[in-house]
T-cell receptor
Framework: DAKTTQPNSMESNEEEPVHLPCNHSTISGTDYIHWYRQLPSQGPEYVIHGLTSNVNNRMASLAIAEDRKSSTLILHRATLRDAAVYYCILRDVQLRTGNQGGKLIFGQGTELSVKP | GAGVSQSPSNKVTEKGKDVELRCDPISGHTALYWYRQSLGQGLEFLIYFQGNSAPDKSGLPSDRFSAERTGGSVSTLTIQRTQQEDSAVYLC?????????????????FGNGTRLTVT
């Protein structure tokens, strides 16, 4: 499985933008880049995903490098409720033995703290 | 609408006992996943269901772990003869992932988990 590398932790100030980096130099052509976050004492929550083009939704933006070997999750205005562990995951959508479900393989993620 | 529901939210059991953990997925979601998260660790995939069948059981750590899904809905994860190392939060997720390619990227919706403590 293609791996991702994220910083263990980051700090941000409230109401400022946050850029969470992710490196995935061994990404394959059938890997989508997914981001989930996990707030304390909760299950993970889907944030956004993309393949090649930058993506925006109500929660965040995803900027994908032209060579797809890295990406950045952008929170435009951090709030205290955004404090969580953010996971960058490569999801192989190719239907093959051992990947029938497109399972997500979680790494350690980036723990984001937000200061008031 | 209602999200993924898991019960119980907390379970304390003695070493050697069997436990059953329940997951009610979002209505209409055909795919169901079980994960576990040990203290301070990342999420570990256990098993995937599509409908009532489990084409990927590769994450089950031992034959003491089993899971079933009935009616394409509720799933039960059973741990027999529990050990202290089984203590973890067990998370269930569901998605609309189906056999057509458009649905392959359907996001997973997670419940808040069952915290299992084996004493």
């Amino acid at each position: 499985d293609a791996k991702t590398t994220q910083p263990n932790s980051m700090e941000s100030n409230e109401e400022e933008p946050v850029h969470l980096p992710c490196n995935h130099s061994t990404i394959s052509g059938t890997d989508y880049i997914h981001w989930y976050r996990q707030l304390p004492s909760q299950g993970p929550e889907y944030v956004i995903h993309g393949l090649t083009s930058n993506v925006n939704n109500r929660m965040a933006s995803l900027a994908i490098a032209e060579d797809r070997k890295s990406s950045t999750l952008i929170l435009h205005r951090a709030t205290l409720r955004d404090a969580a562990v953010y996971y960058c995951i490569l999801r192989d959508v190719q239907l093959r033995t051992g990947n029938q479900g497109g399972k997500l393989i979680f790494g350690q993620g980036t723990e984001l703290s937000v200061k008031p | 609408g209602a999200g993924v529901s898991q019960s119980p939210s907390n379970k304390v059991t003695e070493k050697g006992k069997d436990v059953e953990l329940r997951c009610d997925p979002i209505s209409g979601h055909t795919a169901l996943y079980w994960y576990r998260q040990s203290l301070g660790q990342g999420l570990e995939f256990l098993i995937y269901f599509q409908g009532n069948s489990a084409p990927d059981k590769s994450g089950l750590p031992s034959d003491r772990f089993s899971a079933e899904r009935t009616g394409g809905s509720v799933s039960t994860l059973t741990i027999q003869r529990t050990q202290q190392e089984d203590s973890a939060v067990y998370l269930c997720a569901s998605s609309q992932r189906g056999p057509n390619r458009i649905s392959y990227n359907s996001p997973l919706h997670f419940g808040n988990g069952t915290r299992l403590t084996v004493t």
